[in-house]
Structure formats: structure tokens, C-alpha cells
């Protein structure tokens, strides 16, 4: 099946070295043009928006970044003097750091010895200055016309009452609380609640299975669990108590016994009287927390204390337990998140993460009420009921920020323009991405059509390790680049690593990694500081390993081109995923595509390609071959696809993101070894790629 391609056009580069950058500098040989004008593909920030934004020229921000990363106790101790702080932090000691395993235990901290509290920075704050009855919360349920709303005063008096509860039932500072709530303003309620009174929370995505929710239960041992009884998403209604009593027996066999379990009844979805009930361990939330005290004392925390443990998705094995602290964390999501957008007190965000993502911790939570904005959450399934909910809500709303994902765009790129046209979007006036490299292709669509060309795109590249943003365009500032995450943000230096760890100047592509530490970096894995010092810091000593391959082209720009783990090697070339992925994707007729290496006799291994066509679209030979022309032409002849596999869908994490561990194995047809295909968003796709594998 896998016939090897274009054998002597791979020879003739065998003498450049492996790397992107390298390879599209070739490519501007080949091409003429092709990827060469990717890289000088610049879109211009308008006049208009630059005169009024933050950060308006690429002047300003370099000579901030100088500072920050000149002097960053300086920078950081400014910005931090604009919060609350019960104590403040010595200011000879604001970061105290080594990331040089070499050199003994990995460990960072920032603003060690000051008190504070996120909560009261988030809520009290903005209710003290007399913004108590701006609207902190928009909520928008699964059906058009269910909806709701949260003043800052109403927020304030919310997270009171809860906080007031858990006092009351025992969760002290420093105790894990496990919330596994979808996307209702009980939500981020719960989590403020939890970090008022100095409890750790660990949002479990309201998506995962009954195994996933214990393996975290087991990891944490939280005394209480924050659940409710079940919620629609879309057509269909999840049986959430379900699955939590499911996981509580499970963990219940592995001696971690969890007192509460608060369910909140979600009466659209489920009646009380329906759901199934365990007396003296469930508590109805509604029956509780209401007779509570709207006032709740804030519990003041040394800024290095735990705000949350967030479990990784997953996409790469055994998740693990991020652990972020107080203080850092918060002026950085705050920062971050008022840069990245630029941020006006007269925005509507609205960001489509839930929060049992970073995501949504950092930028629906944290971030957006640091500054007072005004959030939207929203529970349902963004194509239903159909394709243009979205554009429907960002009308309703005048929604002024829209913050989503690549995995979005790209199926709503896929049931066509219409559904967007319809609706005015007028409102908006800056569009985010998030969570894997937005192909070129879809980056264009999310801007002529969604923004109609008007609005900057902030491609923002993060992790959960990170806390907060790392490498995005600043809008505004600078001209964007289709693909092009941009430049790091303030106080964070990325270095473009080799093999052997040595730093790699100029254009290039290699390792990213991050030299020192910034403020909303995790601080270890919850129990396992040894994993965290393998993981992060041994790969490449004195740096963070980012764990994903990125190259800068000769503007000094940063292009996210996947996971390490990922790359393919083809006769010695290094070629990311997302290269190819994008180039498919910029087919008139794919809709989606996924890429992998499978051995090869020849080559060492072969460009294994997974293409979802759009909507209607049937398979056909020529098409297929016009697929791998397309490759052919935009990368060149050593990246085309060996095969090409049709995919009526994608395994992804419920993240959204593709998983490719999975697709490996059905390329290399070891359909014996797929692993865990539970914790897939869908796990019926993968018997259709299984079907389809010989058409
Ligand atoms: P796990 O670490 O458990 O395998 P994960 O890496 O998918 O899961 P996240 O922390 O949510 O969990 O995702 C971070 C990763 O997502 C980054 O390392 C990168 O690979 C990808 N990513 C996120 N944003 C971007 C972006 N804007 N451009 C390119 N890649 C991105
Ligand atoms: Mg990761």
C-alpha cells in the first residue's frame, strides 16, 4: 500500500539538514512562491484598531518585553502592585528559581511571602469599587431563549453562600474539592468558592467517564464532590450523578471514601425525583447552600499556595496531575488575558471552552474576572441546533471577543458560509484560537468570513503547564501571519532547541523551549515532583521542555508545528504533522485532515494521511490524488502522502483536539493495540476508519 514516492526528489535534499525551516526555505526554491509567501503572508493590523489598542505598535511591545525580560522582579512587582494583597512580597526576593535539574530540585516560585486572595481579587474587588452591578456572567443554556445572568454583586453573594456551606461541612484550606459540573454558572461559582476559603479545586470535564472521574477521585482524595444530577448538551441528556456514583463505588474499592456528594439539580435536563439517591452522602445543592450566609470570610493564602490540581487530557498517556499556585498565577492569567485580547471594560467575552479545560480556568474564570469583564458561558453544543448557534449568540449578545479552538473552525468552515452570513456579528472586534496550530487555510475562513476581515486573530499558544499565554500575536501591534502564533509575551524567552540541547539561533526549527521561568508556570505534578523534573526539565537541562516542535522563519515569527511525538521522519527529513495537515486542509474539498508516520522499508517511514472531505463530497480516485498533489506542490514531493485513508471522522480527545496515538495504530493496522478508546470524544469513529481502511 505504501509505494514509495518520489524517492530521488528525497535524495536530492539528503544533504540538507532535517527541519522545517530548512524545508521551506527549500520549498521557496522548488515553489517559486508557494510557502514562501505563507511566511510573507502578512495581514495588517488596521489603523483604526491599532490607534485605539493597548499595545499599538510592535515598538511598544518590544520595549516592554525588554523590560520584562530584563528585569523581570521589576516588571512583574508593577504589575502586581495593582492587585489586593493582604501582605506584600519581599521585594529582593520576587522569583526564586531553578530549572537546571544539573543544579539540584527544579522548583519556582514567585512572590513567596505575600498574601492574597484570587476570589476577592476577582469578585470583592470590582463590587468595592462600585461595579457591583455590572453583569460578571451571561449564561446561555443547551436551547436558544434559556438564559440567564450574574451582577458581580450576584456573583459575590453566590460564591458567598457556597463557600459558607463548604466551611460549614468541614473543607479546610488546603483540601481538594472535585467539581464535575458542565458549562452552568455553578461552575465558576464553585471554583471561586473553593479558592475564597483556600480548597483546591480540580474541575473534571463534565465529558470523561465514570474510570476517568475515579483514577482523578483516587489521585486527589477530595472530601467533597460537586456534581449535578444531569445536563442536555446538544439532542442528548448525560446522566452525570450516574457516572459520578459509578466512580465513588469505584474509589469507594480503593479506600478513597468521599463524604458529600452536592449535586446541583439541573431541572431542565432531570427531575430530583428521577435520580438515582445514596442518603447521607448526597446533599442537594438547591436544599443548602441557599440558607447560607451571603458573607463568607476570605481566607488570605501565601501567593505559593495551591489554587488548583487540572488533570491533562490525556492525548499523551497517564494524565497528569498540573499544579498551579496563588499569586503567579494570577497576575499572569489577568495580564495575559487583558493583552491578548485587548481587553475594554465595554467587551462581552465569550470564550467556547468549558472549564474543565485550562482553558477555561485561565480565560472563562480567572483571567476575564480579574479584569471585571463580562463573561459569557455557555452550556450547549455550539452546532446545535444547528451549524450558526454561534453567530446567533454573538448577536444576542453583542459579543465583542470570541475565544475557541481550531477543531471549532474547521467544522463550521465545513457546513459553509451561509450559516455564518446570516447572522450580522457586527460586534465583534477580536477572534482567539486555541489548542492545536490553526492550518492557514482555516485561519483565513475564521477571518474573511467569521471577522469579515476586520477583526485580528489571536492565535495563542499555551499549555496547561504554562497557566497562561506564551507565544500570540498582540492585536494590533504587529502584522499577523496566517498559522503564525507570533511572538512571546511578556517575561516569557522561548529558545529553539536542537537534538542535543544546544540553542538554536535565527531561523530555524528544532525543540521549543522556555528559558527561565514567568509567573503562571505550574509548580509541579500533584504528588510526583519526580515525574515533573523527568517530564519537563531533563530533556533538554536548564530549560522547560514544551514538548512541541515550533520553527522561526527570517522575521523572527514562531510557528507551532506539533508535538515532538509526532513528527514524522521521512529518508532523514523532519516533517511536523501540522505541515501536511495544513497543506490538505487548504484542498477545496477537505474538511479535516490527520497525519501520521508508519514505517517504511524504504524511507524510514511514510506520511500516513487520515482526510475528512466536507460535507457531500464524495470519495473518488481523483480526488485523491488531487489531495496529494496539493501536498506535492504547497511542501514539496518528500511530504506526500504515502496513502491517503478516508475519514468519515476523527478521533479526538474531548478536548477536541486529534489524537494520533490512535491513528498510528490503525495505519500500522495493529487494530489489537488501539489502547483506551474511551476517553474518546466518539468512540464509534474509530470502527468506521476500520472499515474504510481498504477503500
Ligand atoms: P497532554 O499533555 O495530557 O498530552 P495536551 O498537551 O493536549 O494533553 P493541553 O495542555 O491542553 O493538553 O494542550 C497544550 C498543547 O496543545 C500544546 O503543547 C500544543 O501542542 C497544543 N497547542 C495549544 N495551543 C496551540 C496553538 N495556538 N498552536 C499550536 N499548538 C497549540
Ligand atoms: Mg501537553
Not at 468552515?413 to 450559516?419: I, N, T, Y
Not at 500500522?668 to 470524544?681: F, I, Y
Request: glycine fraction near 8%; hydrophobic fraction near 35%.
Amino acid at each position: 500500500e505504501l509505494g514509495p514516492s518520489d524517492l530521488c526528489h528525497v535524495e536530492s535534499m539528503s544533504h540538507n539538514p532535517s527541519g522545517a525551516g530548512k524545508i521551506n526555505k527549500l520549498n521557496a526554491v522548488i515553489l517559486g512562491d508557494s510557502l514562501a509567501s505563507e511566511e510573507d503572508d502578512l495581514i495588517l493590523p488596521s489603523a483604526q484598531f491599532s490607534q485605539s489598542a493597548l499595545i499599538s505598535s510592535q515598538q511598544q511591545y518590544e520595549n516592554m518585553y525588554k523590560k520584562s525580560v530584563d528585569d523581570p522582579a521589576g516588571f512583574w512587582s508593577e504589575i502586581a502592585s495593582e492587585f489586593y494583597w493582604k501582605e506584600k512580597w519581599n521585594p529582593n526576593e520576587v522569583c526564586k528559581e531553578n530549572l537546571d535539574i544539573t543544579k539540584g530540585q527544579v522548583s519556582i516560585e514567585w512572590f513567596k511571602g505575600a498574601s492574597t486572595n484570587i476570589c476577592y481579587n476577582a469578585v470583592d474587588l470590582h463590587v468595592s469599587a462600585g461595579n457591583g452591578d455590572k453583569v460578571a456572567i451571561y449564561w446561555e443554556g443547551n436551547e436558544p431563549g434559556q438564559d440567564g445572568q450574574l451582577t458581580y454583586s450576584q456573583l459575590l453573594d453566590s460564591v458567598c453562600q457556597l463557600a459558607s456551606y463548604l466551611k460549614e461541612v468541614g473543607v479546610r484550606k488546603g483540601d481538594a474539592v472535585i467539581i464535575y459540573l458542565p458549562m452552568l454558572m455553578e461552575l465558576p461559582i464553585a471554583m471561586l468558592a473553593c479558592a475564597r476559603i483556600g480548597a483546591v479545586h480540580s474541575v473534571v470535564f463534565a465529558g470523561f467517564s465514570a474510570e476517568s472521574l475515579a483514577q482523578r477521585i483516587i489521585d486527589c482524595k477530595p472530601k467533597i464532590v460537586i456534581t449535578c444530577n444531569a445536563v442536555r448538551r446538544g439532542p442528548k441528556v448525560i446522566f452525570l450523578k450516574d457516572i459520578v456514583d459509578t466512580a465513588l463505588t469505584e474509589s469507594a474499592k480503593n479506600n478513597v471514601s468521599v463524604d458529600i456528594c452536592l449535586t446541583y439539580e439541573n431541572t431542565s435536563a432531570m427531575k430530583r425525583e428521577e435520580t438515582k439517591w445514596q442518603d447521607g452522602r448526597d446533599v442537594w445543592w438547591q436544599d443548602v447552600v441557599p440558607n447560607f450566609p451571603t458573607k463568607c470570610d476570605v481566607e488570605w493564602v501565601d501567593a505559593e499556595d495551591p489554587l488548583f490540581l487540572l488533570y491533562t487530557s490525556g492525548s499523551t498517556g497517564k494524565p497528569k496531575g498540573v499544579l498551579h499556585t496563588t499569586g503567579g498565577y494570577m497576575v499572569y492569567t489577568a495580564t495575559t488575558f487583558k493583552y491578548a485580547f485587548d481587553y475594554k471594560p465595554s467587551d462581552i467575552y465569550w470564550c467556547t471552552a468549558d472549564c474543565g479545560w485550562i482553558t477555561g480556568h485561565s480565560y472563562v474564570t480567572y483571567g476575564p474576572l480579574l479584569n471585571g469583564a463580562s463573561v459569557l458561558v455557555f452550556e450547549g453544543a455550539p452546532n446545535y441546533p444547528d451549524a450558526g448557534r454561534c453567530w446567533d449568540i454573538v448577536d444576542k449578545y453583542k459579543v465583542t471577543i470570541f475565544y475557541t479552538a481550531p477543531t471549532l473552525v474547521r467544522s463550521l468552515m465545513r457546513e459553509g458560509d451561509e450559516f455564518v452570513k446570516h447572522y450580522s456579528r457586527k460586534s465583534l472586534r477580536v477572534l482567539g484560537s486555541v489548542g492545536e496550530p490553526i492550518n492557514p487555510s482555516a485561519w483565513r475562513w475564521f477571518f474573511n468570513v467569521v471577522g469579515d476581515s476586520r477583526c485580528p486573530i489571536s492565535d495563542t499558544w499555551w499549555q496547561t503547564e504554562t497557566g497562561g499565554f506564551m507565544i500570540l500575536p498582540i492585536p494590533g501591534a504587529w502584522p499577523q501571519k496566517p498559522g503564525s502564533a507570533t511572538f512571546p509575551f511578556f517575561g516569557v524567552q522561548p529558545a529553539i532547541v536542537d537534538e542535543k540541547g544546544k540553542e538554536i539561533e535565527g531561523e530555524c526549527s528544532g525543540y521549543l523551549c522556555i528559558k527561565k521561568s514567568w509567573p503562571g508556570a505550574f509548580r509541579t505534578l500533584f504528588g510526583d515532583h519526580e515525574r515533573y523534573e523527568t517530564t519537563y526539565f531533563k530533556p533538554f537541562a536548564g530549560y522547560y521542555f514544551t514538548g512541541d516542535g515550533c520553527s522561526r522563519d527570517k522575521d523572527g515569527y514562531y510557528w507551532l508545528t506539533g508535538r515532538v511525538d509526532d513528527v514524522i521522519n521521512v529518508s532523514g527529513h523532519r516533517i511536523g504533522t501540522a505541515e501536511v495537515e495544513s497543506a490538505l486542509v487548504s484542498h477545496p474539498q477537505c474538511a479535516e485532515a490527520a497525519v501520521v508516520g508508519v514505517e517504511h522499508e524504504v524511507k524510514g517511514q511514510g506520511i500516513y494521511a487520515f482526510v475528512t472531505l466536507k460535507e457531500g463530497v464524495p470519495y473518488s480516485e481523483g480526488l485523491r490524488k488531487s489531495l496529494i498533489l496539493t501536498v506535492r506542490n504547497q511542501i514539496g514531493a518528500f511530504a506526500a502522502p504515502d496513502k491517503i485513508h478516508w475519514a468519515p471522522g476523527l478521533p479526538k480527545t474531548r478536548s477536541g483536539k486529534i489524537m494520533r496515538r490512535i491513528l498510528r495504530k490503525i495505519a500500522s493496522r495493529q487494530l489489537n493495540e488501539l489502547g483506551d478508546t474511551s476517553t474518546l470524544a466518539d468512540p464509534g469513529v474509530v470502527d468506521q476508519l476500520i472499515a474504510l481502511a481498504d477503500c
